[in-house]
């Protein structure tokens, strides 16, 4: 069983759509939980990140962590067809010395 | 800014010959690593470093060596490459927070 697991998609939604991104894990000591956005061709950019449970706002964008669940999700309001992407999520433990990735969510939005 | 620079971004090379891919970061992190990314995988780490003179093996180094002479660069050797390497390589470091990651070098072996 992967530590990380993330549904690849692909995930088609009309534009200003809500779209949900989730991650399940198994390893209970992680504490950061990092959301990135990677575009064709490109290197995978960090988005957000959050600290335990909890949410975090960014935009248009919103990260959840239940810890009690071991799932993550990441929520993206007013979608854009400039939000088509793969979203990877990934995960540490008590510091930033080692990430475990999930597979990556292909997002496709359009106009 | 700070920023990862890979280079070469494209590569082609014949199997069995050497090739080095280079990473250069100014954030001043302390902590490097390589990754390969193929459909189907995923992110798979190589090679990572925690400081200068450090190296350890990811899940799939055979055939990658890396060194760490100085802060700012983590090179990516293959000895001897094998068309199984073909792939799309990454860069990343991080220090206080979490990786930043270069755009990568997409490498075909023939």
């Known amino acids: 069983q992967k530590e990380v697991e993330q549904d690849p998609g692909p995930l088609s939604v009309p534009e200003g759509a809500i779209v949900s991104l989730n991650c399940t894990y198994s390893n209970s000591a992680f504490q950061y939980f990092m959301w990135y956005r990677q575009y064709s061709r490109k290197g995978p950019e960090l988005l957000m990140y959050?600290?335990?449970?909890g949410n975090k706002e960014d935009g248009r964008f919103t990260a959840q962590v239940d810890k009690s669940s071991k799932y993550i999700s990441l929520f993206i309001r007013d979608s854009q067809p400039s939000d088509s992407a793969t979203y990877l999520c990934?995960?540490?433990?008590?510091?930033?010395?080692?990430?475990?990735f999930g597979s990556g969510t292909k997002l496709n939005v359009k106009p | 800014d700070a920023e990862i620079t890979q280079s070469p971004r494209h590569k082609i090379i014949e199997t069995g010959r050497q090739v080095t891919l280079a990473c250069h970061q100014t954030?001043?992190?302390?902590?490097m690593f390589w990754y390969r990314q193929d459909l189907g995988h995923g992110l798979r780490l190589i090679h990572y470093?925690?400081?200068?003179?450090?190296?350890n093996k990811g899940e799939v180094s055979d055939g990658y060596s890396v060194s760490r002479s100085n802060t700012e660069d983590l090179p990516l050797t293959l000895e001897s490459a094998a068309s199984s390497q073909t792939s799309v390589y990454f860069c990343a470091s991080s220090g206080r927070e979490p990786q930043h990651f270069g755009d990568g070098t997409r490498l075909s072996i023939l």
């Open positions: 954030w001043n992190h302390n902590n």
């Open positions: 990934a995960m540490s433990e008590y510091n930033f010395n080692k990430f475990y």
């Open positions: 959050t600290y335990s449970s």
């Open positions: 470093s925690y400081g200068v003179h450090d190296t």
